[in-house]
């Protein structure tokens, strides 16, 4: 290597003096190249070799950040829903009477929602990736909740309508609720939207069927009808949604920031909806028992009735919807972001489905009132332990082991 300051013997003292007075320090010698050979360096791009250069970060505006802070706020909308409901449930009215036509459009709103945010491309790139872990998500899904649900009610000893109901409700597909949860407890967010995505196309199927086996012992269930609805209210606003989005991108590009929040409100609209409904049917028998006028009658007295019962069957379900689903991904080897996903996704049904599916194919009230009341009770545990995880670092080894 040739190097850029040669020093000459021979060189008078003033100049070789004047050479060393202009010069200022500079690196080493084995950096200092000729300039002839600068010319035949490539072009650094980035820091791994033949990569393209480093994408800018965008900032996503202010109103959009706003938008996706308020869909995310979807427990505190169903817990004040909740309490309208019980102070005064009239203010559902104009709803309810609609119903069950009102529920179905609004349930194919909110899946049309989340149709248009979907790329099944990218959806499906990702089940090639890592198809175990959706399939052991899908399986838990659908294997753990059934089974939980109809040990619930067998020990509980639930009425007929209230064991259909929460068995509906076990048997339906993951929420959508259940991504945000997700998010907010630093999970596996792609493997909990895929899970939900799988989830609610098997529903087709596997909802009316698995209703059909465990309740069909309480009341006559026709899966072909509970089939054809799942279908129509869930599947094809999925897939129309994700059509749409294909079609018209640039137009879906301007809907996509107010689509959670549309499909978050919606939901909210419907659960406590069809919850003002039971209590208005609580209140009613409340106030025609023989002891409502005694003093000891009290909020003891209410909640070991019926809605008591549903309560406590409805906390039990998904209290251990959460834990079994965590432990069992933990034993099957999956890490810690990847058992939170599948634990929130198994523990977090579509509450919405299951009011739809009740009020339009059951004849009693009650059917609809474990949906209804686990669409309150689900968002406020499952947002609650997302914020416990959240202060927990996934990537902590303690937790792997």
Avoid at 187 to 208: N, Y
Avoid at 335 to 358: F, H, T
Wanted: proline share 8%.
């Amino acid at each position: 290597m040739s190097s850029c300051l040669t020093l000459n013997p021979l060189t008078p003292p003033l100049q070789t003096h004047q050479r060393f007075t202009v010069l200022k320090p500079r690196p080493p010698s084995h950096i200092i190249c000729s300039p002839s050979r600068l010319t035949h360096l490539r072009p650094i791009r980035s820091v791994h070799e033949n990569s393209d250069p480093l994408p800018v970060a965008q900032v996503k505006p202010r109103w959009v950040n706003v938008l996706h802070t308020a869909a995310s706020l979807y427990p505190v909308y169903v817990t004040a829903g909740g309490i309208l409901a019980c102070l005064k449930p009239s203010a559902y009215a104009w709803f309810v009477k609609r119903g069950p036509t009102s529920y179905s459009l609004s349930l194919g709103l909110i899946m049309l929602a989340m149709g248009v945010t979907l790329e099944l491309r990218d959806l499906i790139g990702l089940f090639r990736q890592r198809p175990l872990s959706i399939l052991f998500g899908f399986i838990a899904q659908y294997g753990i909740m059934p089974a939980l649900g109809l040990i619930i009610s067998k020990i509980l000893g639930l009425p007929p309508s209230l064991s259909v109901g929460l068995i509906l409700l076990v048997c339906c597909p993951g929420g959508t609720a259940s991504n945000v949860v997700t998010l907010i407890a630093r999970g596996d967010v792609p493997l909990s939207i895929v899970m939900t995505v799988c989830t609610t196309l098997g529903a087709v199927f596997l909802t009316p069927a698995l209703t059909k086996i465990l309740a069909g012992t309480y009341v006559p269930v026709d899966a072909v009808k509970l089939s054809i609805s799942t279908l129509q209210v869930v599947v094809v606003p999925v897939l129309l949604g994700s059509c749409i989005q294909n079609i018209f991108p640039a137009a879906v590009k301007i809907v996509i920031p107010f689509a959670p929040l549309l499909a978050v409100l919606t939901s909210s609209l419907l659960a406590c909806s069809v919850f003002s409904e039971n209590v208005v049917r609580l209140r009613s028998s409340i106030i025609s028992a023989p002891s409502a006028s005694d003093p000891s009658f009290s909020l003891q007295s209410i909640f070991s009735g019926e809605l008591g019962l549903v309560i406590f069957s409805v906390l039990l379900l998904h209290f251990f919807g959460f834990f079994v689903g965590y432990f069992s991904a933990a034993i099957s080897g999956f890490k810690e972001p990847q058992r939170r996903a599948i634990s929130i996704e198994v523990g977090m049904q579509n509450s919405s489905l299951g009011v739809v599916l009740a009020t339009s194919h059951f004849a009693s009230p009650l059917v609809a009132l474990p949906p209804a009341m686990s669409a309150v009770l689900m968002n406020i545990m499952g947002s609650s332990l997302g914020f416990i995880w959240r202060h927990v670092d996934p990537s902590d080894p303690k937790i792997e082991t």
